[in-house]
């Protein structure tokens, strides 16, 4: 179930967060639950990070922050993350299915996100939802334990009637 994310959720975001298997794809490098607060706190003050929840429990999490001006009708997906303990439950498929409803609800006509083009098991999971990968930024990503430098795609998914992979 999706609901804004509130401080009482940042013990549980940051085990996600900080998780091995999530933080190589997310913005920061690991860090201590001290220096993880003000980007919680940046987090919340957006007012568009949302915790996903089963059984009482966050289990995943997405920030969905909406383009001014001529591109309103833009949305960019980003801080998607699901618990490890809980990937291959279907509960990536039912945040995301959710949030693009909404956004769809709310007349958003175009989501996109940025995936690093080193993890295929992300790609093939945007691209069963419909996402197109629309470009490449080439060397856009930097982990401070490789030496080397990782693309990053820009996926696209077009929010009509039709859109595979995505109910109405």
Known sequence: MRRLATLADRDAVFAIYSHPEVTPYLTYEPMTFEAFGPIYDELLASGNFHVWTVDGEVAGFYRSTRYPGR??????????AI??????QGIAGAMLQ????????????RVELYAEADNPRALRFYAKLGFVHEGTLRQFYKRADQAHYVDEWVMGLLLTDDTPGVQP
């Open 98 to 109: 959710d949030a693009i409803a909404r956004l769809r609800a709310e007349g958003v006509r």
């Open 71 to 80: 591109v309103s009708h833009v949305v960019l997906l980003g801080t998607v």
């Open 83 to 88: 618990d490890p303990r809980r990937h291959g």
